[in-house]
């Protein structure tokens, strides 16, 4: 664990490191980085250039394959919300809330919601190959036809007109949304991918905090601040 704590210390310096290297950099260094940033499909001010980044493309790609980048924001948008929905189900299905009924009446025996357990691979496993089939096909279907994306469109505006979502007139507003849902995304995905690490490795998908299963803690504050619920209230009115 020591080796990939110093890993991720390592990559988080170097991605700090190259996001300012203008700053660091000798002028001349600075004017091709800043040439190079206006020759890129990404414009600092961008949807998702958010600091402490900004224009983060160490391997170049959006100069190398300008033509892609739409594709790639579509591809990171939609990963992204599968990401948050699957970092939720954790949540959710850790803390004992499951649909009633059964899952499937051809399995032998029967499988009801309850006999799946919580988790990444654990639920992952459990559910049977054909209902696996089936969510691949419902969503492939929704992603083609109700949500399929207009190239008229900002990339993840999937709806359009058809259906009545949340808009927002104030252009402010609107780009701290986008933004906030681009970032929670990554962060999303980052942390499905840890949660299944941890429950492959250990068994628990939020290691190293305490899990039983059906008692999931929602928000684990008792983690961060031993004590919390047994000291009283903390915030006195009076």
Same mark, same amino acid.
């Given at each position: 664990m020591t080796c990939i704590s110093d890993l991720k210390l390592l990559l988080s310096s170097l991605a700090v490191c190259s996001a300012y290297p203008a700053a660091l950099a000798p002028r001349g260094a600075a004017s091709a980085a800043a040439s190079a940033v206006s020759m890129s499909a990404i414009s600092p001010g961008d949807v +998702?250039?958010?600091?402490?980044l900004g224009v983060w493309d160490p391997l170049g790609l959006m100069t190398k394959m300008p033509d892609k980048y739409r594709r790639w924001q579509e591809m990171e948008i939609k990963h992204g919300r599968i990401a948050m929905l699957a970092t939720l189900h954790v949540i959710v299905t850790g803390a004992g809330y499951k649909w009633a009924g059964y899952c499937s009446y051809l399995s032998f025996p029967p499988l009801k919601f309850d006999d799946i357990p919580a988790g990444t691979l654990g639920s992952w496993a459990a559910l049977p190959q054909a209902g696996w089939a089936q969510i691949v096909a419902v969503v492939a279907i929704l992603d083609n036809s109700l949500f399929a994306q207009d190239p008229a469109l900002p990339p993840g505006d999937v709806v359009g007109d058809k259906i009545p979502w949340v808009r927002y007139s104030d252009p402010a507003v609107k780009e701290f949304k986008l933004n906030a849902e681009r970032n929670n995304g990554r962060a999303a995905m980052m942390g499905i991918y840890g949660m299944?690490? $941890?429950?492959?490795?250990? +068994?628990?998908?939020?290691?190293?905090?305490?899990?039983?299963?059906? $008692?999931?803690?929602?928000? *684990?504050l008792e983690a961060v601040w031993p004590g919390l619920f047994s000291m009283g209230n903390?915030? *006195?009115?009076?």
């Open positions: +998702g250039t958010t600091r402490p299944m690490i $941890h429950e492959g490795l250990t +068994g628990n998908p939020i290691w190293p905090l305490d899990y039983e299963p059906g $008692h999931f803690p929602l928000i *684990p903390p915030y *006195p009115t009076a």
